[in-house]
């Protein structure tokens, strides 16, 4: 069993920053994909970043992230802390929606409950 914790969410400003971090807890496996996806109102939920840790002793890691946050957003994983946070930085009010931190080990993907990020123009 596996358990995400969420916290950071809020509102914020338009140009302001908020950051996100998300706690796992419970079975977790060296090489795993942990991250963040968003659902914006009257959208789909979409990938924001994600970092998978690969490579024959797991030092390797890949990151990757939606073409309209690059630049402005950073994802962080530690693996000693099972944490990932998202740093948020001049935020959109397209940014907008409810984020949701997820893992993915051996192909069962398990999120976490959400927070509400919220950006005023």
């Known amino acids: 069993q596996v358990q995400l914790a969420e916290s950071g969410g809020g509102s914020v400003q338009a140009g302001g920053s908020l950051r996100l971090s998300c706690a796992v807890s419970g079975n977790i496996q060296r090489f795993n994909t942990m991250g963040w996806y968003r659902q914006s109102p009257g959208k789909q939920r979409e990938l924001v970043a994600d970092i998978t840790t690969a490579g024959y002793t797991g030092n390797e890691e890949f990151v990757e992230y939606v073409d309209s946050v690059k630049g402005r957003f950073t994802i962080s994983k530690d693996n000693v802390k099972s944490t990932v946070d998202l740093q948020m930085d001049s935020l959109k009010s397209d940014d907008t929606g409810v984020y949701y931190c997820?893992?993915?080990?051996?192909?069962?993907?398990?999120w976490g409950q959400g927070t509400q990020v919220t950006v005023s123009s």
């Open positions: 997820i893992l993915r080990q051996s192909g069962i993907v398990t």
